[in-house]
């Protein structure tokens, strides 16, 4: 995805300028009522967040003929709901659908599941699945992604006993699974596995959380911010692993034991949260570019790439699409549901008319396990290792309430500002940890970096009280100082 914003379509229409947010220019409404055969053929590969968004934004705004081909078994579901029904917080996992098939059918949206589809055919406009053949005048590639799974092996099987949570079927797999286990270990330090070990623990289940980095979420936090995440884990009982790769034999299924360096242990189930990749085989085989960062090459307007030219009639979007980040310029990928949204109206939009385009990305995100609320937005450890980049840090340890008032929590606030001066310093990235307000102070901190905000900036920022809800001096204050102080140091050396 290119950055610069003057851009033009794939058919050379110029379009306006615009960064941050997508701007909509509407259309012409058709000017007669047409019959099926004359209506625009719209298929979507794929049925989740990205696809079936896109879907009822396009019904929304046309009369077109829509089909969504997904291989998946259920639609329109919550996929970041998954493992808080593990952890019984909701009741099941028909909580987590959205919007069932019927709401679909009453849209007019041919939604056909577990229909996988093995090619397209952008020559002749078909998709190709294993019981039909289905022409399009508009494609949407919403594929999502695939679990990754660091283990070589001659089987292109997981061992009895391990499991993914790709979908909501694998959710609802392993939760059957453990109405009998007493002991699982969960291979992986990121958001998922944090959550259903989280989960996992409030059904007395004992579990143990391996991951072959130095620290959870090391892709994410730096070391000082994920040492609170891991110590509130093991408050809950939680056995955290770090450092050392984890061992599975085939025949975990009989033997139940896993390997960790010089150690092993006892475990009647496995859960796999290694990560994901995009799923982009359908894309790569098509002939369309796959980027730098393993997703779909798209433009502006999530038109995909083959050889030279962006496509006017082929869009990709969700985790399967490369994005441009907002303080590096390059393109990444997004793992965010937030971000399939958005993509979804903008591909809805270009289909029917009403052009829009898709600026960079701060990517924030918030996660929960327990009473912890830990997230973040911008730069992230490896961002900033990989590209040398300088920046000044300010941490500060506050309370959620006033000193005085019940209930009060602890917060943690760690902000990084690119290097220079106060009046040009500028905020790069945020962490954050607590007990409450973490997702409002980082939404709050997202906008300040897309507007570019400075230390200085910081300094005056003027905040409200009130017992209940803060302290006299919100916690953000005391970490822009700290900021300050680390740039007068670093100036001194």
Known sequence: MGSDFGVKDAAGKVMQTVAEVQEEVPGKAPTQVRTEKELTRVVIIGGGACGMAAATKIR???DFKITVLSSDSHTAYSHCGIPFVLGREIENFEKLIVKPPGFFRGKNIDAKLNEKVRSINLARKVVLTGRRT?????????TGSLPFIPRKSEANILPYGSFTLRSLADGKLFGKALETAQTVCIVGGGIIGIECASALTKRGIKTILITRSKDLLSSQFDSDMAAIVRAHLETLGVEVITGEPLFLPENFWKEKTVYVKDRHFTADLMLLATGIKPEVCLASEAGLDIGKAGGIVVNEMLQVKAGEEFLSNVYAGGECAEVTDLLTGESRLSQLGTTARRMADVIGNNITGKYS??????DPWVAVAGDLHFGGV?????QVKRQGIKVINGFSRGRTRASYYPDRKDIYIKLFFKDGDLAEAQLAGAQLAG?????ERIDALSLAIRKKTTIKDLL???TCYAPPVSMLVDP???AVKAAV???RETKTE
């Open 60 to 62: 929304r705004q046309s």
């Open 134 to 142: 289905y022409p399009y005048d508009k494609l949407v590639i919403a």
């Open 357 to 362: 385009t898709f600026g960079p990305l701060a």
């Open 378 to 382: 911008g730069l992230t450890p490896e």
């Open 435 to 439: 007990g409450e307000g973490i997702k």
């Open 460 to 462: 005056n920022l003027e």
């Open 476 to 478: 953000l204050i005391p």
């Open 485 to 487: 102080r680390n740039m």
